[in-house]
């Protein structure tokens, strides 16, 4: 009798096992020779739903890579995990946790239970809130202490806490009030703070202390910081309630703070920091542009959730990109995954895909506890196109590594001048083209250049991409694209069989500092337990500082 394959280790999974025999049968075959073979292939190997289109013809893979892919879903039980992630089960199993970030976009009315508790009327609640203050602060009815309205608006928070929101302020900029001012302060390096404040008039000035526990030791620091520039100026702790809200689920430690708890908007614990910048995190995005922009934000949200909940998986996108990346992780031992967006807008949108997709899946134990003997994820990096093809393309081209990659492109340009826009997109059509496709010895001696200087001026190609279209940046295709690699991680995750909704290696760095701070700002000497290099820095450290 057959095993059944969901009670096997990943890698004696039957369709694993069948990846890896195909794997050594596909290995060095061309994209040249998979394209002339199938002439219909760049219209075939594409999924086109809810506004964007995926082409990932440009993939080493064949219609069996394909099968097999899909059969290892289903042999990991992709579709049940999908259906416990969206009602709410215990699928963060480390901290005990739902997994619920899908409940944040929920249509008004759904339900969705949670412990007794129907969690879409919770995020409604906050929602409606958010847009009330939101609208008195766009329309300066929101004052400050003295009387002015608040101009500048300056969101504190880490990690999660911060690297949404800058993402979806620098994305939706075209759409955000232009006479408010935002920054975001993230770093406890000083600098940060004092930059981002450097021109600002405390009297105009809104700082959201974003923090799911409100005990993080950089945005407690900046917070207080904060706090300090304001009473510098005002003299007076009262002023502080015009001048902070808080995002956060430590109402105790909110108030603590000096902020009043009605200025304080929740979230819970079963939505992560990294998949948060839809919950009230969100508010310096719902500022900048406003409620219904943001509403409209979370319907692409949903769009992508309903299509990723229902489609079947040959023609899903998240689960195809998740599965086409584990191929080139797993089976290639690529290590990396490079993403493009050729759009100046999406400029930090790599930097947040580095910490869903590293933060998610960066673990080696399953979640039955034991190591894994497969790699995990790969390390996510980019820059937006073109200015990443003056730099680092060149190792994409012609460099020794494999290393797929996304490119990100819109049909419309929010800021149309001249040419300018066919020529942005014309460069990202060549390029996933000449990595595909490369040019040949053959090729570039017919153009005339020398014997000698051939192999250095030719390309091998077969180095793999997507293309991901889509008509033009907006609120809502900004939420489709997010929820679109949220999924896909969350598919490679169920694959690897590890939790993709903890973070205990940042834990770790939360209470590593703490001591060390304290050894570094002690009066007397302190007696040193750390290993020899780290006693000999602090010890250094200390010297200059005294100036000894
Ligand atoms: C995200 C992580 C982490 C977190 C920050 C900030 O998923 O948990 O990046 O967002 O450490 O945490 P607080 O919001 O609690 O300050």
């Known amino acids: 009798m057959t095993a059944n394959p969901t009670a096997l280790p990943l890698t004696q999974r039957p369709a694993w096992q069948a990846l890896q025999a195909h794997y050594r049968q596909i290995q060095a075959l061309h994209l040249r020779r998979l394209f002339a073979d199938d002439p219909l292939r760049g219209e075939r190997f594409v999924i086109d739903a809810v506004g964007i289109y995926l082409d990932y013809s440009k993939n080493r893979a064949t219609d069996d890579t394909l099968r097999l892919l899909l059969r290892l879903a289903d042999e990991c039980g992709l579709q049940g995990r999908i259906e416990a992630m969206f009602n709410g089960d215990t699928i963060n199993v480390t901290e005990r946790r739902a997994a619920l970030h899908t409940a944040l976009r929920a249509p008004k009315g759904e339900k969705i239970m949670l412990d007794g508790v129907d969690v879409v009327a919770d995020v409604h609640a906050v929602l409606e809130r958010m847009a009330v203050f939101s609208g008195q602060v766009r329309s300066g009815q929101w004052l400050g202490y003295t009387g002015k309205p608040v101009r500048n608006i300056v969101n504190i928070g880490i990690g999660g806490s911060d690297l949404g929101p800058v993402m979806a302020y620098e994305a939706l900029r075209h759409y955000s009030r232009r006479d408010l001012r935002f920054r975001f302060v993230s770093n406890v390096d000083s600098t940060d703070f004092v930059e981002a404040t450097y021109d600002l008039d405390p009297e105009e000035t809104l700082f959201i202390i974003c923090s799911k526990t409100f005990t993080t030791l950089e945005t407690l620091t900046n917070a207080h910081a904060a706090r300090d520039w304001c009473l510098h100026k005002f003299g007076d702790a009262q002023a502080v309630c015009r001048h902070f809200v808080a995002v956060s689920t430590n109402a105790e430690e909110v108030s603590k703070f000096g902020i009043n708890t009605d200025n304080m908007f929740g979230f819970w614990d079963w939505d992560g920091g990294r998949y948060s910048m839809d919950s009230a995190i969100g508010l310096s995005t719902m500022i900048a542009i406003g409620a219904d922009n943001f509403r409209a934000m979370l319907e692409g949200f949903r769009a992508m959730d309903e299509h990723f909940r229902t489609a079947p998986f040959e023609r899903n996108m998240p689960v195809i990109m998740g599965l086409l990346k584990l191929w080139y992780n797993n089976f290639f031992a690529a290590q990396s995954v490079g993403v493009f967006p050729y759009c100046q807008y999406l400029k930090r949108f790599p930097a947040y895909l580095q910490q869903l997709t590293m933060e998610s899946n960066g673990k080696h134990i399953t979640l039955d506890g034991s190591c894994v003997d497969y790699q995990t994820a790969s390390v996510y990096w980019g820059e937006p196109g073109t200015n990443g093809q003056h730099s680092f393309f060149q190792l994409l081209h012609q460099g020794t590594r494999l290393i797929p990659c996304d490119f990100i492109g819109f049909c419309e340009s929010l800021n149309p001048l001249g040419e300018q826009h066919a020529l942005l997109m014309a460069n990202l059509f060549a390029q996933t083209e000449a990595l595909a ?103 250094r450290y200390r010297r200059y500082k005294s100036g000894g």
């Not at 999924?487 to 995750?493: I, K, L, P, R």
């Not at 060390?516 to 780290?534: K, M, Q, R, V, Y």
């Open 437 to 539: 496709f490369g040019k040949t010895d053959l090729e570039v001696k017919a153009d005339g250049v020398a014997d000698w200087l051939a192999p250095h001026r030719s390309f091998e190609g077969n180095r793999p991409s997507n293309t991901l279209l889509l008509e033009q940046l907006t609120p809502e295709s900004l939420g489709k694209l997010v929820a679109l690699y949220e999924h896909s991680v969350f598919t490679q995750g169920v694959i690897w069989n590890i939790d993709s909704f903890d973070q205990w290696g940042v834990e770790l760095g939360k209470v590593l500092a703490r001591k060390t701070a304290a050894e570094l700002n002690s009066a007397d000497e302190p007696e040193l337990g750390h290993d020899s290099s780290t006693n000999a820095l602090i010890r």
